[in-house]
């Protein structure tokens, strides 16, 4: 494979022309369902899935396996959110301003929301969000029903900045015929 071939791949794997990130302006429109965390995904284009368990202690913990996430900035994530627990739950991803806020909106209320960043589970069986991280920064996942984030339900979201400098290293691994 030439060069130019391998970087289309890779761009294609990524699914956005990440290289030429912050070159060119005008066509950066964003899509007005795009949130600061991302938007929602493709599922004809996931990159990877992220298994992610929600459930109870017997001490009355609440948590997500695993704690945290790290993800890389163009990624499109399928995540299958099972709740192997005894009460409902819901994966939210948003930025940490976000899911606080919303938190306070459901002590008011229970909403039962329907957007794209969120899944809310029954207890034994499982949903699934599909997101595509467009952007690099430090966000958060949290189940937002009462109670919940508190009893130790959040963890981290690092998405990763893709530079250039990566791209030479993903090229060099494609090259050694890794
Ligand atoms: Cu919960």
Known sequence: MNNLLKIT?????????LYAGGEHE?????????????MPGDTMKTNRTISVIMSETDDGDMLFEPKSMEIMQGETIRFIVMNKGEFEHEFVIDTLEGNAKHKELMAQNDMEHDDPNSVRVDPGSSGEVIWKFTNAGTFEFGCLLPGHYE?????????????????QRLLGVFSSGV
Do not use: C, Q, R, Y
């Open 26 to 38: 005008g066509d950066h429109a964003a899509p007005k369902n795009e949130m600061a965390i991302g």
């Open 9 to 17: 791949t890779i761009a294609l794997a990524f699914g956005t022309p």
């Open 151 to 167: 009893s130790g339900m959040h963890g981290p979201i690092v998405v990763t900045e893709v530079t250039k400098n990566m791209w």
